[in-house]
T-cell receptor
C-alpha cells in the first residue's frame, strides 16, 4: 500500500533555530514529491516539487531535498511567519492522478 | 498562475439539509478535479475524482449517494453533501491539475452541521 509518513507531528522552534522536517514514502512508481504549506482554515499553498533522487530546491529560508526513500524540508533561521503546517504529498504512476498526502508537521516558531 | 476558487469558505447547516460547495478553475480548463476531506490534525483524504462530462470516481468508503459530484463544465465542479449529519462536519478542499505535474488547491470549505 502506498504510504507517506511525516515526522515529527509537531515542532516548536525559537526564531533563528534551524531544523528539518522529514517525509518518508513507500510508493510504487513515484512521479513527483510535493511540499505544501497550509495555514489554519486555508487550502494548501504550493512550495516545491521534486522529481528524482538527489534533486534539491530552495525558496527563501526553505530547502527541499529528495532521496529514494525520503524527503527533507530544511528550514534555516525560521521566523514566526513560517509557523504553519507543512504537508508532503506524492504523485504516483500516471500523470493527472490525485496526490497522496502525509499527515503533516505543524511548525510553531516563537520570537 | 493557475487559480482555483472555492465557495463558500464556511457554511453552517442543520442536520438533514443539503449543502453545495463550488470549485471553479479561473484561468485554465480542468478536465479533472479532486475532492478531499480533512479532519482536524489529519491528512487530506481523497474522496473522489471528478471528470468533466462523466461520472465521478469515488474512493472506497465514500458514499456516492451522500456526496454528489457534478462536473458539468471544464471550469466548474460541485460537491453536494446531501442529508448532512454532524459527522459530515469537516474541511472540504478541491484541487485541479493545470499541468501534468502541477496541482493547485482551493481555499477550502469549513462545513459545520448542527
Amino acid at each position: 500500500e502506498d504510504q507517506v509518513t511525516q515526522s515529527p507531528e509537531a515542532l516548536r522552534l525559537q526564531e533563528g533555530e534551524s531544523s528539518s522536517l522529514n517525509c518518508s514514502y513507500t510508493v510504487s512508481g513515484l512521479r513527483g514529491l510535493f511540499w505544501y504549506r497550509q495555514d489554519p482554515g486555508k487550502g494548501p499553498e504550493f512550495l516545491f516539487t521534486l522529481y528524482s533522487a538527489g534533486e534539491e530546491k530552495e525558496k527563501e529560508r526553505l530547502k527541499a531535498t529528495l532521496t529514494k526513500k525520503e524527503s527533507f524540508l530544511h528550514i534555516t533561521a525560521p521566523k514566526p511567519e513560517d509557523s504553519a503546517t507543512y504537508l508532503c504529498a506524492v504523485q504516483i504512476n500516471q500523470a493527472g492522478t490525485a496526490l497522496i498526502f502525509g499527515k503533516g508537521t505543524t511548525l510553531s516558531v516563537s520570537s | 498562475g493557475a487559480v482555483v476558487s472555492q465557495h463558500p469558505s464556511r457554511v453552517i447547516c442543520k442536520s438533514g439539509t443539503s449543502v453545495k460547495i463550488e470549485c471553479r478553475s479561473l484561468d485554465f480548463q480542468a478536465t479533472t478535479m479532486f475532492w478531499y476531506r480533512q479532519f482536524p490534525k489529519q491528512s487530506l483524504m481523497l474522496m473522489a475524482t471528478s471528470n468533466e462530462g462523466s461520472k465521478a470516481t469515488y474512493e472506497q468508503g465514500v458514499e456516492k449517494d451522500k456526496f454528489l459530484i457534478n462536473h458539468a463544465s471544464l471550469t466548474l465542479s460541485t460537491l453536494t453533501v446531501t442529508s448532512a449529519h454532524p459527522e459530515d462536519s469537516s474541511f472540504y478542499i478541491c484541487s485541479a491539475s493545470p499541468t501534468a505535474r502541477g496541482y493547485t488547491f482551493g481555499s477550502g470549505t469549513r462545513l459545520t452541521v448542527v
